[in-house]
């Protein structure tokens, strides 16, 4: 039998990285306070080998998942969708209420998104959805799978596969 020529190409680089701001929210009336961490993002594409003995420019996606992680970079991440939060705007300031408690942020330093909660497993899903939106990509390269993973520090992370 013979082997299919397809390889999976892991790209882990120091710079693939967001520094935020979050709290995870663990049931109706508990929540960790706000607090930061410096997430890590990598991926492994699987994707044919063309007749050059080369599947891509890794570059392709590196600069892809760049983009990505700098719309998060230095800012506070809320779970739009959390069912547990009420999300008002307010001028200038998100109105964000947990279980009685209003807090204020400054909406210039605050990215929602629609997630459920601000955790590693919801990020991963977050970040290979907008990577599956590309298409071109996707077509391009013959992308068969990719996994995502998203770190919040060493030992600690979440991952998120798409195949066709």
Not at 71 to 77: A, C, G, I, N
């Given at each position: ?6 390889t999976t190409i ?32 990598n991926i492994a ?38 069912p547990y939060l ?79």
């Amino acid at each position: 039998m013979a082997m299919e020529n397809v390889t999976t190409i892991e790209i882990c680089k120091d710079y693939l990285k967001f520094s935020a701001a979050h709290f995870t929210i663990f049931s109706v009336d508990r929540r960790e306070r706000l607090h930061g961490h410096n997430f890590t993002v990598n991926i492994a594409v699987t994707v044919p080998v063309g007749a050059s003995g080369m599947s891509f420019s890794y570059k392709e996606i590196k600069k892809r998942i760049k983009v990505l992680c700098n719309e998060l970079d230095e800012y506070t991440l809320m779970p739009a969708d959390s069912p547990y939060l009420k999300i008002k705007d307010d001028g200038l300031y998100y109105r964000i209420n947990f279980n009685g408690e209003d807090m204020l942020f400054l909406k210039s330093d605050t990215v929602l998104l629609p997630i459920r909660n601000t955790t590693v497993e919801e990020f991963s899903r977050y970040l290979l959805a907008r990577l599956v939106e590309d298409k071109d990509f996707l077509e391009q390269y013959k992308v068969s799978k990719m996994i995502l993973k998203v770190s919040s520090g060493p030992g600690q992370l979440a991952s998120c596969c798409w195949e066709r």
